[in-house]
């Protein structure tokens, strides 16, 4: 029903900003503004029917399992694409967030290790790929924000998983080094980077262009990357990728432990 409502007179005026937003960035001339003012009404207006979906999608997927129809399974294939697009939208909510300097985080003492597992959890469930977990038993103290960095975890895991054929292993590491840092790295066997790629892959809307681009064989918006280092900046971590054409990539991030500098 959600479909059909008409606008109330808040989400008219939101509609007039928005026309008045696009016709200031189409001024300006800049293509990346231009984007980033779509993205962020794009991302605004698919978040609420995705909301009302996913909650309908679950009250049926209940009362069919409750009545052993077989039905019930591939709604829950459903669910899982709906998971998939909500986390795509809310990657594009945080980058509006970001591009208009309001990115926020809420910290607390967490175990960077619990964040790995709970993202790699996630990601075998949808994906059903298998794989490869190096992860210390003893926790990994940081003070972070453990959503948002589950969300980098995700994105490098989903990317590593996106790029590089079925058969081949992922792998998630966690290792503390120097007493001061969790260093996390996700390491794949896939195409590669190649070099003259490797200092824009962090950018925004960027794409690698002879990574199945062109031919559209994997749907993506260039903004995984981006987000995830601008929160693992504003967690004074760093982020970095090494990748050879032909044989894979690794990218990694690391956070201060707490305790260590001060914290
Ligand atoms: P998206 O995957 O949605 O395009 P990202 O910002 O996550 O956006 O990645 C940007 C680009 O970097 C991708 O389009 C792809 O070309 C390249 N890339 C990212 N991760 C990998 C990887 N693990 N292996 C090869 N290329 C990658």
């Given at each position: 029903?959600?479909?059909?409502?008409?606008?109330?007179?808040?989400?008219?005026?939101?509609?007039?900003?928005?026309?008045?937003?696009?016709?200031?960035?189409?001024?300006?001339?800049?293509?990346?503004?231009?984007?980033?003012?779509?993205?962020?009404?794009?991302?605004?207006?698919?978040?609420?029917?995705?909301?009302?979906?996913?909650?309908?999608?679950?009250?049926?997927?209940?009362?069919?399992?409750?009545?052993?129809?077989?039905?019930?399974?591939?709604?829950?294939?459903?669910?899982?694409?709906?998971?998939?697009?909500?986390?795509?939208?809310?990657?594009?909510?945080?980058?509006?967030?970001?591009?208009?300097?309001?990115l926020t985080i809420h910290t607390t003492r967490c175990d960077l290790g619990q964040i790995c597992?709970?993202?790699?959890?996630?990601?075998?469930?949808?994906?059903?790929?298998?794989?490869?977990?190096?992860?210390p038993?003893a926790p990994v103290p940081v003070v972070a924000d453990a959503d948002r960095l589950g969300?980098v975890v995700?994105?490098?895991?989903?990317?590593?998983?996106?790029?590089?054929?079925?058969?081949?292993?992922?792998?998630?590491?966690l290792r503390v080094e120097g007493h001061e840092e969790g260093i996390v790295?996700?390491?794949?066997?896939?195409?590669?980077?190649?070099?003259?790629?490797?200092?824009?892959?962090?950018?925004?809307?960027?794409?690698?262009?002879?990574?199945?681009?062109?031919?559209?064989?994997?749907?993506?918006?260039?903004?995984?990357?981006?987000?995830a280092k601008a929160i693992v900046e504003q967690h004074r971590g760093r982020i970095w990728?090494?990748?050879?054409?032909?044989?894979?990539?690794?990218?990694a991030f690391a956070i201060p432990l707490a305790g260590a500098m001060g914290r």
């Amino acid at each position: 029903d959600y479909l059909v409502k008409p606008f109330s007179g808040r989400e008219l005026r939101a509609r007039v900003r928005t026309h008045l937003e696009l016709a200031r960035a189409r001024r300006e001339g800049a293509e990346s503004r231009l984007k980033d003012v779509f993205l962020g009404l794009a991302s605004h207006e698919l978040r609420t029917p995705l909301t009302g979906l996913k909650l309908n999608v679950q009250l049926c997927q209940r009362e069919l399992a409750a009545q052993g129809s077989p039905l019930a399974t591939r709604l829950a294939g459903l669910h899982r694409s709906i998971d998939r697009m909500t986390r795509l939208v809310n990657d594009m909510l945080s980058v509006s967030a970001i591009t208009e300097g309001k990115l926020t985080i809420h910290t607390t003492r967490c175990d960077l290790g619990q964040i790995c597992r709970d993202a790699a959890n996630e990601l075998i469930q949808v994906s059903h790929r298998a794989l490869v977990l190096d992860l210390p038993d003893a926790p990994v103290p940081v003070v972070a924000d453990a959503d948002r960095l589950g969300q980098v975890v995700a994105n490098l895991l989903s990317n590593a998983i996106k790029y590089s054929a079925p058969d081949r292993p992922v792998k998630l590491t966690l290792r503390v080094e120097g007493h001061e840092e969790g260093i996390v790295r996700v390491e794949d066997a896939g195409p590669g980077i190649p070099v003259d790629a490797l200092p824009h892959i962090f950018d925004r809307f960027y794409r690698v262009p002879t990574i199945g681009v062109q031919s559209g064989s994997y749907v993506g918006l260039g903004l995984g990357l981006f987000l995830a280092k601008a929160i693992v900046e504003q967690h004074r971590g760093r982020i970095w990728v090494e990748s050879a054409v032909g044989k894979g990539s690794t990218f990694a991030f690391a956070i201060p432990l707490a305790g260590a500098m001060g914290r």
